[in-house]
C-alpha cells in the first residue's frame, strides 16, 4: 500500500470527481472507507486513485454500479480469467446495441409525429397531442 498522499479533496481534484462522489462510491462498497489524520480527514493513497479511475472509466463506459463492482472484483483478482472481464464487457455492449435500437426507433417515432404538425393552428386542432393523447385502452389490451 502506497503513501498516504490524498485528501478527500485533491483525490476529488486529482480524478475530476466531486468529492461527494467519492463518499457515495465508498458507502456502495466501490472504495475502502480510508483511515482518518489525527484531524479526521480522510486519507487516500495512489491505490485509491488509480481505483476511483477505474470506476470514473467504467462508469463512462455505461456501466452500472453493479457492473463496476463486478468489474473491480475481477481487476482485484489478478489469477481471473481474462475471458470473464471480456464478457462482462460483451454483455454490455449487447446492452448498447439493444438501446440504440430503441433510441433509433424513438426517433423515428418523433420525426413521424413532427410531420403531423404544420405550426398554424391551435392546440385543440393540434395532430399531435391528438396521436399522443390516443383512445383510452382497458389495461391489458394494448392497441397494435
Known sequence: MGALEYTVG???KAS??????????????LMREPPRSG?????YNDADL???LFIRRS???GFSLDSVRELLDLADRSDAPCADVNAKVLEHL????????????LELELKR?????EGGGVIRDCRIIEALSG?????GKIKA
Open 135 to 139: 383512445e383510452r385502452v382497458e389495461p
Open 113 to 117: 409525429l413532427s410531420t403531423c404538425c
Open 39 to 43: 484531524g479526521g480527514y480522510r486519507l
Open 16 to 29: 475530476q470527481t466531486k468529492a461527494v462522489t467519492i463518499r457515495y462510491y465508498e458507502r456502495q462498497g
Open 50 to 52: 488509480d481505483r476511483l
Open 94 to 105: 449487447r446492452d448498447v446495441r439493444e438501446r440504440l435500437a430503441q433510441l433509433r426507433a
Open 59 to 61: 462508469r463512462h463506459l
Open 10 to 12: 485533491q483525490l476529488a
